[in-house]
T-cell receptor
């Protein structure tokens, strides 16, 4: 069973701080990695995708990938109360019938003003 | 990006009945995916639906319980059959974009 592991949290950070969210995955063959944000009662929305080792920055968000360690992280700088949500790590992995997304359990982030 | 709509947005159903959820995409797509998100849980893939062929189901999901139709490249339905309270979940339709996967707004199902 190919797995994606996340700390469920909640992770609490003060407004303006850096939030660090972590994810590990089991399938060494995975090539595509995604971070989704999900507000309560809403569907997931894509925040970041990353395909190569290293960092990828987009505004206040930075995704980091280390394939050797099978580790993906998401940094949120200058955290805002509106960032409070569940963050889902997803890994595209080879399934029996083709590539599929496997999701972690999600990390609840709470940004306190 | 693809725009995905789902109907109904929510429903309350009695055990033993069935509900069909519709998913409409604003562009033609090869593969459509159906996910389930149980309360407090993450997303679990139910099946992948290709136009013109039988849906492929993930381990733990069977066609008799979750029959899927895919009549064309923009539309799919998922039926939740013979429902029990354990089927209370959010059901999400999803499609592949060029690099990432997009999700519909979901159908919140409560089975009493």
């Amino acid at each position: 069973q190919k797995e994606v592991e996340q700390n469920s949290g909640p992770l609490s950070v003060p407004e303006g701080a850096i939030a660090s969210l972590n994810c590990t995955y089991s399938d060494r063959g995975s090539q595509s990695f995604f971070w989704y944000r999900q507000y309560s009662g809403k569907s997931p929305e894509l925040i970041m995708s990353i395909y190569s080792n290293g960092d990828k920055e987009d505004g206040r968000f930075t995704a980091q990938l280390n394939k050797a360690s099978q580790y993906v992280s998401l940094l949120i700088r200058d955290s805002q109360p509106s960032d409070s949500a569940t963050y889902l790590c997803a890994v595209k992995t080879a399934g029996e019938y083709g590539n599929k997304l496997v999701f972690g359990a999600g990390t609840i982030l709470r940004v306190k003003s | 990006s693809a725009v995905i709509s789902q109907k109904p947005s929510r429903d309350i159903c009695q055990r033993g009945t069935s509900l069909t959820i519709q998913c409409q995409v604003d562009s033609q797509v090869t593969m459509m995916f159906w996910y389930r998100q149980q309360p407090g849980q993450s997303l679990t893939l139910i099946a992948t639906a290709n136009q013109g062929s039988e849906a492929t189901y993930e381990s733990g999901f069977v066609i008799d319980k979750f029959p899927i139709s895919r009549p064309n490249l923009t539309f799919s339905t998922l039926t939740v059959s013979n429902m029990s309270p354990e089927d209370s979940s959010i059901y999400l339709c999803s499609v592949d974009g060029k690099y990432e996967q997009y999700f519909g707004p979901g159908t919140r199902l409560t089975v009493t």
